[in-house]
């Protein structure tokens, strides 16, 4: 069922799962990983995923119509998110279900609580903690250490599953 385009640019990724659907052009950074039923999709513009960045289980990425979506490296793209149109920085977590919007850039060290809406344009600078529905400011703090141990994780967990190791030893 995958399919990988012939504008999609994989620069020695970790791990694609064998569910992904990555249409248009799309870059895929070094060691970055792929999980179970995630859609990207650039038409136009392009989308670029940073290196050891995971995109979780059924994340949806799309380019908006005038700007690309460019996500950094050692991100975490947690299950069942949406980035459309957006630039997310290095070390950012965006939480499970959450929706970020057409031109909204996130900074550097950030979290996007689960289930938040960023809405278009709307921009946080680094070390934000962003939660809500419009997403707003709730607080700053510099989450690069915990955003960093999570990207890891889910690199490890990727050179595993490539290796057909799905669960960890005990």
Same mark, same amino acid.
């Given at each position: 069922?995958?399919? /990988? $385009?012939?504008?999609?640019?994989?620069? =020695?990724? #970790?791990? +694609? &799962?064998?569910?992904?659907?990555?249409?248009?052009? %799309?870059?895929?950074?070094?060691?970055?990983?792929?999980?179970?039923?995630?859609?990207?999709?650039?038409?136009?513009?392009?989308?670029? /995923? $940073?290196?050891?960045?995971?995109?979780? =289980?059924? #994340?949806? +990425? &799309?380019?908006?119509?005038?700007?690309?979506?460019? %996500?950094?490296?050692?991100?975490?793209?947690?299950?069942?998110?949406?980035?459309?149109?957006?630039?997310?920085?290095?070390?950012?977590? /965006? $939480?499970?279900?959450?929706?970020?919007? =057409?031109? #909204?850039? +996130?900074?550097?060290?950030?979290?996007?609580?689960?289930?938040?809406?960023?809405?278009?344009?709307?921009?946080?600078?680094?070390?934000?903690?962003?939660?809500?529905?419009?997403?707003?400011?709730?607080?700053?703090?510099?989450?690069?250490?915990?955003?960093?141990?999570?990207?890891?994780?889910?690199?490890?967990?990727?050179?595993?599953?490539?290796?057909?190791?799905?669960?960890?030893?005990?």
């Amino acid at each position: 069922m995958q399919h /990988i $385009g012939k504008d999609v640019t994989l620069n =020695d990724p #970790a791990f +694609i &799962h064998e569910t992904a659907l990555l249409y248009g052009k %799309v870059t895929i950074g070094n060691g970055a990983s792929i999980w179970p039923y995630v859609v990207t999709r650039a038409e136009m513009h392009e989308i670029i /995923i $940073g290196a050891r960045t995971n995109i979780q =289980d059924h #994340a949806m +990425i &799309h380019v908006g119509y005038s700007t690309p979506t460019i %996500v950094g490296e050692d991100c975490s793209i947690t299950h069942r998110a949406v980035l459309h149109g957006c630039e997310i920085g290095d070390r950012v977590l /965006i $939480g499970i279900g959450a929706t970020v919007m =057409d031109g #909204a850039k +996130i900074g550097s060290n950030s979290i996007v609580a689960g289930h938040s809406i960023v809405t278009e344009g709307t921009e946080f600078p680094e070390n934000s903690i962003i939660a809500g529905s419009p997403a707003r400011l709730v607080k700053t703090v510099d989450s690069s250490a915990a955003n960093l141990m999570n990207a890891q994780f889910y690199h490890q967990n990727a050179l595993n599953y490539a290796n057909g190791i799905e669960r960890l030893a005990t």
